[in-house]
């Protein structure tokens, strides 16, 4: 197995590592989850550039790193939900287009193409693991001793904040945009196979 696709897999192993720290009530978990999602953040990062550097690109790594990305958003967002910062039914749009494409994806492996990921599509992950980074660090914040409690409570105002919410409807309204482009720009090669 390449190097890239390691680096894949350690983000699919890091996703649940992250979300059991990032939920935990120990305060020190949950400042480790901070650091576990920003190295998997990198790999994602480095897997791509590593591969295109290298010549490394290759089928399986085409679908194994945007599914590495699904698996890891969606871990976080479940954790926003299970904080009470996001509500179900986005949590479920976004988790039910990621394994739509997922689905896309493998169907059209076993027919013997490759579906590439579209640039609207790597825009969104970018937009999503910013949003993502952003709302994480605001909640580990809170776990640190030197934050004091105006912060706290400006953090925590915030994340239940009328803003935030349209924050987080514009990342779910992307991602299910971008799943839907992608169903039609590609249905016409799934459906006919070579």
Not at 160 to 179: A, D, E, K, M, Q
């Amino acid at each position: 197995m390449s190097f890239p696709n390691q680096l894949s897999l350690l983000r699919i192993i890091l996703a649940p590592v992250f979300l059991y720290l990032f939920l935990s009530e120990i305060p020190l978990y949950r400042k480790l989850s901070l650091p576990v999602f920003f190295i998997a953040v990198l790999t994602d990062w480095y897997d791509g550039w590593h591969a295109r550097r290298y010549g490394l690109i290759s089928k399986a790594g085409i679908f194994l790193d945007p599914l590495a990305d699904k698996i890891l958003t969606s871990a976080a967002f479940i954790g926003f939900y299970m904080l009470g910062i996001m509500p179900l039914w986005m949590v479920l749009i976004i988790v039910i287009r990621d394994i739509t494409i997922t689905l896309l994806r493998s169907y059209q492996e076993i027919n013997g193409k490759t579906m590439k990921t579209s640039f609207v599509a790597k825009t969104k992950t970018f937009i999503q693991m910013t949003y993502i980074f952003l709302i994480v660090v605001l909640v580990c914040s809170g776990s640190f001793d030197f934050v004091d409690e105006n912060f706290k409570n400006s953090v925590n105002e915030f994340l239940h904040s009328g803003l935030n919410f349209y924050l987080i409807l514009f990342v779910t309204l992307l991602t299910l945009y971008t799943g839907i482009t992608y169903f039609f720009e590609k249905n016409d090669k799934i459906i006919k196979p070579a």
